[in-house]
């Protein structure tokens, strides 16, 4: 005969202590888990910091190569005008604009 999980008051039986081995481990495992989820972390910062980084370069040999070169400044000029829709971003490209 098997015997019910609860006890004849309806209660769960107490759980079991677990092994000192378990719990070493278990708490190995957290640390484990956190330390690659702070490596992940760092990651993900790095690459952004890249990314906006690129953005600044590629932004200022633009803008440098506007100012050498009219027919450039105007196309330019053209495609500001259509991908920048927010308000506050045309904003701060007023004089990119034109404005």
Known sequence: MVKDE??????????KPMSARR????RR???TENQLAAMDA???VAKRKLANRRKIIVGA???????????????L??????????????EAIA????N
């Open 6 to 15: 609860l006890t004849t008051a309806g209660e769960a039986p107490p759980a």
């Open 23 to 26: 719990m070493i481990l278990l």
């Open 29 to 31: 495992k957290m640390q």
């Open 42 to 44: 760092r990651e993900i």
């Open 61 to 75: 040999a633009v803008l440098a190569h506007a100012k050498i070169d009219p027919s450039f400044a105007a196309k």
């Open 77 to 90: 000029q053209e495609v500001l005008s259509l991908a920048v829709t927010r308000p506050g971003d045309r």
């Open 95 to 98: 004089d990119q604009l034109g």
